[in-house]
Every structure is written in structure tokens, then in C-alpha cells.
């Protein structure tokens, strides 16, 4: 299985970045890759909600559909996806840290692999450019959404494959 992770620093509070990740049907409107992110079902617990979910991400002449289980935890700071189904082995995880000027540190990690390794070879470079530019486009859209700070900014931390 490829892993890849990332964190960086933005300058929007962790509760505003959990609730940015965890409005998962606007994904299409500003997630690499992503046509489609539907919810399924939705069980809310007193904690945590869980939810099914069916994402369609395309790229060129691929298209791939994924139903996902997604555990949102917003007492933990965490979101956990899981994939549902055969297709591919996927397994994501977002952190949300605080800092007390405002700010937050973003965490994603994720490792996957698709059923066909062949397939997962070809699309490698694909995704893992598309993971690099994913935290920059839930930053981006926490700007257009909750406004962009003044402060400036750290720069992104590299990932790691």
C-alpha cells in the first residue's frame, strides 16, 4: 500500500477546517479530482456521526467510484475514512490541531491501493500530486469562505510518500 501525509499550518481555526472537511458533499466544487461525493446514510452518535458515502473521482479516461465509511469526531479533532467496498484498500485520516492565535495545524494522511496493481502504479503520479494540492485547496476554500487572514502564513511542510 502507498502512504503518503502531509501537515500545515493555516490560519483558520481547527473547528472551521473540521467543518470545511467535513462538508463533504462541496467536494466537486473546489477537491482535485473529485466529480462526485454523495452521502449514503448517516448514523449520529452522541459523540461521533458515521457516514456512508460514494465518491466518483475522474482523471483523463480514468473514473472510479468508492463508497467510503467516514467516522467524524470533532471532540477528537479527527476525521477517519475507510474504504467500503472491494475496489480499492483506502484508509485516510484528518487531524485538526489548534493554536491559540487563531490558527491550526492540518493533518492528512492516507494509504491506498486500488485492487488492480497495475492500476495503481499507472495513477501513482496522479494522486499524489492531487494529495499535495489537497490541503492547499481546503485552505483555499476556508479563505473564500471564512475570509483570508491578514498574517502571513507558514509555508507547507513537504510530504512524505
Not at 472551521?16 to 467536494?27: H, K, Q
Request: aromatic fraction near 10%.
Amino acid at each position: 500500500m502507498r502512504v503518503f501525509q502531509i501537515t500545515r499550518r493555516v490560519a483558520h481555526s481547527a473547528n472551521d477546517m473540521f467543518a470545511l472537511v467535513a462538508d463533504m458533499e462541496r467536494y466537486p466544487e473546489f477537491v482535485p479530482l473529485c466529480q462526485r461525493n454523495a452521502i449514503r446514510s448517516r448514523d449520529i452518535g452522541s459523540k461521533v456521526q458515521v457516514l456512508t458515502t460514494e465518491m466518483t473521482v475522474a482523471y483523463k479516461t480514468f473514473r472510479e467510484t468508492f463508497r467510503n465509511r467516514v467516522t467524524l469526531d470533532p471532540s477528537n479533532g479527527r476525521i477517519l475514512v475507510e474504504a467500503a467496498d472491494r475496489a480499492v484498500r483506502l484508509q485516510s485520516c484528518w487531524i485538526f490541531q489548534s493554536h491559540g492565535d487563531g490558527s491550526s495545524d492540518v493533518g492528512f494522511s492516507i494509504s491506498y491501493e486500488l485492487a488492480s496493481r497495475a492500476l495503481t502504479l499507472l495513477t501513482r503520479p496522479v494522486f499524489e500530486k492531487a494529495f499535495t494540492h489537497l490541503i492547499r485547496a481546503f485552505e483555499e476554500r476556508a479563505n473564500l469562505i471564512y475570509g483570508q487572514s491578514l498574517r502571513q502564513q507558514s509555508p507547507p511542510e513537504k510530504p512524505s510518500t
